[in-house]
């Protein structure tokens, strides 16, 4: 960044006077202050980083994203723009610390992702009751109010009300403020404290962290740094990792693809706010640069569960819809039932997207502590593969040093297993019908005779046996899923006009593959 973070400061200290509003320059120390003091002691150490380090670059990174070279003044931000937004960064995560009915101890993830989505509402809260405290000016509620909502948009499930709130404040001190420009800002400002400086280490008191909490880490811990560029309107982002010694590229790449399909759905997101409150003249870049330099010692490589959970969140960013089907099919899992997915394979091409939907089905089992044994070599060879294929793949997953390979070898493996087991096989209907029914009635003897066995299989839609607990179709697409879809890719006038051409799940992937290739985007 051309500019530090005190320079910044200082600037908008100076700024603020010579426009008048010195009470403003002056709060800019206590509110510092406070932030510092507010975290003193961390009272939720599972987390990375919230307290006044991050507070301070997502403020830094607000205010460069917000300089914008060469725009004119009506498009500019004001001065009272810039501190509102300076404010609500350093403050926005306040709430992390006062979250009513969070227990200090060993959180449950239960209580793990209630701090992590409500903490945002929670410091909007803090924020006005606690203003003369922090630092802001007294008797401006307009404005105490506005840096307060801004504060609450960086959460994502809190943005879109929160710019329907923002526009109830129109003016502060008689200026107009764009409250929607300035929390699209701020979100995608906290999205890009990414780096190392967030990892924390757990007092040992505390025990082990949070899967969830653990892949955040994990994650930061490969991240050197964020910056953002600007030229010609366009705002750019980039991020530089980190591949250690003895780091595998499959892991390397899994991270990269979770921190960039995240900042593209932020940019999709924001956009309307964005663009619309700098009057057209400014864009983010869905194109994100990601530099990879190599480590100088080994990784420290993240836990099985919470790369599990990495891959999970991946599998779920391919999808283009079917959250609904998801939903059933996780119920399915749990209740330990024989589900088809079912879905249209034409000349090898998956028409419905029921692969991509078995895929992330799969790895939230994995994510949820299942042993996952699936099989895709139907798919893969094109339906060249026999039922001693299948069944030989199954019992080599879960037994590699077996010497049989037969239906009551898996069954035996399966009773035994001191754990719950999702077996699953993609393209059965590539079988012969007569090799298809007898897998059939050969996976349901195995299901009646297992209580902590799921199995999923995909197959076409007009393909049915009395054997399946359920069927999940994979069909139904809607234009605005698909526009949610394509919006991560190109501007949203674009998706959503190409959301109106009703193609098919297959085409509207290839269509989103010829835009990454198009605007040269990252993995």
């Not at 009395?466 to 949610?484: E, I, K, N």
Request: aromatic share 8%.
């Amino acid at each position: 960044m051309s500019d530090s973070a005190d320079d910044l400061i200082a600037r908008l200290a100076r700024d603020c006077r010579e426009a008048g509003m010195t009470d403003l320059a002056e709060s800019i120390e206590p509110v510092q202050r406070f932030v510092g003091q507010w975290w003193t002691q961390v009272l939720m150490p599972w987390f990375t980083d919230h307290g006044p380090a991050h507070s301070r670059r997502v403020a830094e990174y607000a205010l460069q994203i917000a300089a914008v070279p060469d725009l004119p003044t009506p498009h500019a931000l004001t001065v009272l723009e810039r501190y509102i937004l300076w404010a609500a960064a350093w403050l926005h995560d306040i709430g992390m610390q006062t979250l009513p009915g969070v227990p200090l101890g060993p959180m449950q993830p239960k209580d793990f992702e209630r701090v992590r989505h409500a903490h945002p509402d929670q410091s909007a809260i803090e924020i006005k009751g606690r203003f003369i405290e922090v630092g802001l000016p007294r008797n401006d509620s307009p404005l105490v109010q506005m840096i307060s909502w801004v504060a609450r948009a960086h959460g994502t499930s809190y943005y879109e009300d929160t710019v329907e709130l923002l526009r109830r404040i129109p003016l502060v001190r008689n200026q107009e403020v764009r409250g929607g420009l300035l929390a699209s800002i701020l979100l995608m400002a906290d999205e890009m404290d990414l780096h190392y400086e967030r990892v924390v280490t757990l007092p040992p008191a505390w025990g082990t962290i949070n899967a969830v909490a653990d892949a955040h880490a994990f994650k930061h811990k490969q991240v050197l740094g964020s910056r953002v560029a600007h030229a010609d309107g366009l705002v750019s982002l980039s991020i530089t990792m980190i591949q250690s010694d003895g780091a595998h590229d499959r892991l390397t790449s899994a991270i990269q693809k979770w921190i960039t399909d995240k900042l593209r759905r932020q940019i999709a997101l924001v956009e309307d706010a964005f663009t619309g409150g700098f009057n057209g003249r400014v864009q983010l870049s869905r194109n994100i640069k990601v530099e990879i330099v190599e480590g100088w010692e080994p990784a420290t490589l993240a836990d099985p569960s919470s790369m599990d959970t990495v891959y999970a969140e991946n599998a779920r960013s391919e999808l283009i819809n079917h959250d609904l089907a998801l939903q059933e099919l996780e119920g399915s899992i749990s209740r330990r039932e024989f589900t088809a997915i079912q879905g249209r394979l034409y000349e090898f091409i998956d028409i419905d997207g029921r692969e991509d939907l078995l895929e992330a089905a799969l790895t939230r089992a994995r994510r949820d502590g299942a042993v996952v044994v699936e099989c895709s070599y139907l798919y893969e060879s094109r339906g060249a593969s026999t039922v001693s294929d299948i069944i030989r793949s199954w019992v080599d997953q879960l037994a590699p040093q077996s010497e049989r390979s037969d239906v009551a070898a898996l069954s035996e493996l399966i009773e035994s297993a001191d754990t719950h087991v999702v077996l699953a096989l993609s393209s059965a209907d590539l079988l012969p019908k007569s090799e298809f029914l007898t897998l059939i009635k050969a996976l349901r003897s195995i299901a009646l005779a297992s209580e902590n066995l799921s199995i999923l299989i995909t197959l076409d839609l007009d393909m049915w046996d009395d054997s399946f607990d359920t069927a999940v179709p994979a069909s139904g697409l809607m234009a605005d899923d698909v526009a949610d879809y394509l919006a991560a890719f190109v501007p949203w006038q674009y998706a959503r006009g190409e959301a109106r051409a009703r193609l098919n799940y297959a085409d509207y992937k290839r269509l989103a593959q010829h835009h990454r290739l198009e605007y040269g985007m990252e993995v």
